[in-house]
């Protein structure tokens, strides 16, 4: 990559965001009382509703509690739904820094997040740093969620700008292609101090 694009869209999970902790997942496994195997299944095979906002946070708990053949009242549902928050809610400080340093700098920076809308409101809450993203694209928000195409050009109409302005940055490859496929330049994150690299920082 010869020249950066003036304009970075983030992925958030994974990226900026931690992925889940093992702690996290252990406390969503005995809230929910099922078999892990069982439950991991059908806790993402039913995630796109969710991410995509066509479903609530209860919703798509009782879409797993019918996959798993059993019920979760309403506490436990409410309880999953505050496990389930809990577990993605760390944050990598460092990139949370390195994103308040390209905005100060006057780099337009830009997110694209699958995230549920419990989750999306929890960060909104506690994490005024967002405020640094001149565009959140949000899947709950949006209705589309990566590495759906129309996730992509949502971002791009909103940006107002073509795709070759735009370096998209997600830890998942299949996502970081889908933006490729668009035009979009595409890094696969590993660390922050790649990024840092990859953007000509020091």
Request: aromatic content about 8%.
């Amino acid at each position: 990559m010869t020249e950066t694009p003036a304009t970075l869209l983030f992925d958030m999970f994974g990226v900026i965001a931690r992925l889940q902790s093992p702690a996290g997942k252990a406390r969503i496994a005995e809230t929910a009382g099922v078999p892990e195997a069982a439950l991991w299944e059908a806790y993402w095979s039913l995630r796109p509703p969710y991410d995509s906002g066509r479903v609530t946070g209860p919703g798509y708990w009782g879409l797993v509690a019918d996959a798993l053949g059993t019920r979760f009242d309403a506490d436990r549902t409410a309880a999953l739904v505050e496990a389930d928050v809990a577990s993605w809610s760390a944050v990598d400080e460092e990139m949370v820094a390195l994103i308040g340093e390209l905005a100060a700098s006057g780099r337009t920076v830009a997110l694209l997040s699958n995230i549920p809308e419990e989750l999306a409101a929890h960060y909104e809450r506690h994490h005024p740093w967002l405020a640094h993203f001149r565009v959140r694209a949000l899947s709950c928000r949006i209705g589309h969620a990566k590495p759906e195409p129309a996730a992509y050009e949502w971002c791009l109409r909103e940006l107002a700008v073509a795709a070759g302005g735009v370096l998209f940055v997600d830890d998942r490859e299949e996502n970081v292609r889908a933006a490729e496929s668009l035009g979009m330049q595409g890094h696969v994150f590993t660390s922050a101090a790649a990024l840092r690299a990859v953007l000509g920082l020091s």
